[in-house]
């Protein structure tokens, strides 16, 4: 149980374009969901808390209008990168809490997506 | 605020030697603890946790246990594997305004060679 899935695991763009990033709990309900990023030989750094049905809440010096996220289910968060470019090159790994069940503190991480912007 | 620091890797061993790494904290509150381990080009796993003092994780041959006294939460094994090749990276979590959150270490990587 307790299985986060990334979609797409990987992907190639083009500077300017958008590309979304789908995070998904598959077999539990998250009314919270994570959205790292992580550079090369570096630790996660948090981007974003995303919650159902409210807006996300950014960390300082991560902007909002550039990352879009929405949780529009309790089983679904997306990652938008809007117009791209190359220093948003990176690993981007989202996580879920899950909502009943298990240690409340407790996350479970999805196997990340490699962005890479030509 | 809340901090993680763990050794710097990368660690490099022979397979069947003894693993140490080490992790120490800085939180407020009774913080759970845990370990997560990152094999190459995926994400993080949970390879085990603690959530009071003196409470020992283990799985996979690895341990780890709670120390309050010394805000620590060091990670062993007693015979690596060439299989155990990975990043390692330590956490806490702890309740604030947003909830309980995760705050990690640098990371350590191990290259266990045969």
């Known amino acids: 149980g307790a299985v986060v899935s990334q979609h797409p695991s990987r992907v190639i763009c083009k500077s300017g374009t958008s590309v979304k990033i789908e995070c998904r709990s598959l077999d539990f309900q998250a009314t919270t969901m994570f959205w790292y990023r992580q550079f090369p030989k570096q630790s996660l750094m948090l981007m974003a808390t995303s919650n159902e049905g409210s807006k996300a809440t950014y960390e300082q010096g991560v902007e909002k209008d550039k990352f879009l996220i929405n949780h529009a289910s309790l089983t679904l968060s997306t990652l938008t990168v809007t117009s791209a470019h190359p220093e948003d090159s990176s690993f981007y790994i989202c996580?879920?809490?899950?909502?009943?069940?298990?240690?409340?503190?407790?996350?479970?991480f999805g196997p990340g997506t490699r962005l890479t912007v030509l | 605020g809340n901090s993680v620091t763990q050794m710097e890797g990368p660690v490099t061993l022979s397979e069947e030697a003894f693993l140490t790494i080490n992790c120490t904290y800085t939180a407020t509150g009774y913080p759970s603890l845990f370990w997560y381990v990152q094999y190459p080009g995926e994400g993080l796993q949970l390879l085990l946790k603690?959530?009071?003092?003196?409470d020992k994780g283990s799985n996979k041959g690895f341990e780890a246990t709670y120390r309050k006294e010394t805000t620590s939460f060091h990670l062993e094994k007693g015979s690596v594997q060439v299989s155990d090749s990975a990043v390692y990276f330590c956490?806490?979590?702890?309740?604030?305004?947003?909830?309980?959150?995760?705050?990690f270490g640098g990371g350590t990587r191990l290259m266990v060679k045969p």
């Open positions: 996580s879920a809490r899950d909502l009943g069940g298990g240690a409340v503190n407790e996350q479970f």
């Open positions: 956490a806490l979590s702890a309740v604030n305004n947003a909830g309980n959150m995760l705050t």
């Open positions: 603690a959530t009071k003092a003196d």
